[in-house]
């Protein structure tokens, strides 16, 4: 994995790591949000779900990521990278439509949506100077839908999906998006349990949506930042990752 573009003459590490340590720690604010608004906990929604839905959302994600890959990859080269606040708005337009027709609504929405939030991860990829076609690249885009999902909470102990790439050298995209499309099949099923709730379906549909996509875009900049910063410091990954763990286990200071 190698970067398209060269560092800022006034490049500061520590910085870096205070700033992704910030995104981190702030990511999952707008999913304790969506929980205030339907009033539920994560762990219940999937409750919500017929058991006939809830047994095949493996095969589901897993089939939504397969899409998402190939459709987002040809994408890229028709329509350029949005900015991340156009992404959001997109999705929670489409999570709102998705909700406002119920569970049948919400499952066809779905892998549109996967679609865009892979999309956006890999504009990230980009944005942090990594080519998204590259095979390694592609890799650590899939890999960031490994994290927890914006309705857990979490105190830096998901960084271990950072490191799951160390894990699976040799083998294929496919390989990888098997093992990612269970933890997701999780997160994703929160979504569509909140999307069929009465009355709220809509709006929900919209929140989680909002949710997901701050959520992801956050968690990959956090990814691809520590990509970047390994290679411009020379420093070994496994530490970097330990050394973002610290400093989100404890208030950050805004370095002046």
């Not at 969506?34 to 959302?57: F, H, W, Y």
């Not at 589901?60 to 397969?66: H, R, S, W, Y």
């Not at 489409?94 to 909700?99: D, L, P, R, V």
């Not at 999906?161 to 933890?183: K, N």
Request: with cysteine.
């Amino acid at each position: 994995m190698e970067i398209i573009d060269n560092p800022p003459a006034n490049f500061d590490a520590e910085a870096q790591l205070d700033a992704l340590a910030r995104r981190y720690q702030s990511a999952g604010g707008a999913g304790l949000q969506v929980l205030n608004l339907i009033g539920g906990q994560a762990e219940s929604l999937l409750d919500k779900l017929p058991d006939g839905i809830r047994t095949r959302l493996g095969e589901q994600t897993e089939t939504a990521l397969n899409i998402a890959l190939r459709a987002a990859s040809t994408s890229r080269r028709a329509v350029p990278d949005q900015p991340s606040w156009i992404n959001t708005a997109l999705t929670a337009a489409m999570g709102a439509a998705g909700g406002m027709g119920g569970l049948p609504s919400a499952l066809a929405e779905l892998p549109v949506t996967t679609t865009f939030l892979l999309r956006a991860i890999q504009g990230i990829a980009a944005e942090h100077g990594f080519d998204p076609e590259e095979e390694g690249v592609k890799f650590d885009c899939i890999q960031v839908f490994a994290a927890a999902g914006p309705l857990d909470t979490d105190d830096g102990s998901d960084l271990a999906f950072i490191s799951t790439r160390l894990l699976l050298r040799g083998q294929t995209i496919q390989t990888l998006i098997a093992r990612v499309a269970p933890r997701l099949s999780v997160v994703l099923g929160q979504k569509l349990a909140a999307q069929t709730l009465p009355v709220l379906g809509a709006v929900a549909g919209a929140a989680t949506n909002y949710a997901y996509t701050s959520y992801y875009q956050e968690m990959a900049h956090v990814h691809f930042g520590l990509r970047r910063l390994a290679i411009t410091t020379d420093r070994d990954f496994a530490d970097l990752v330990e050394d973002l763990r610290e400093r989100i286990a404890k208030p950050v200071v805004k370095r002046a």
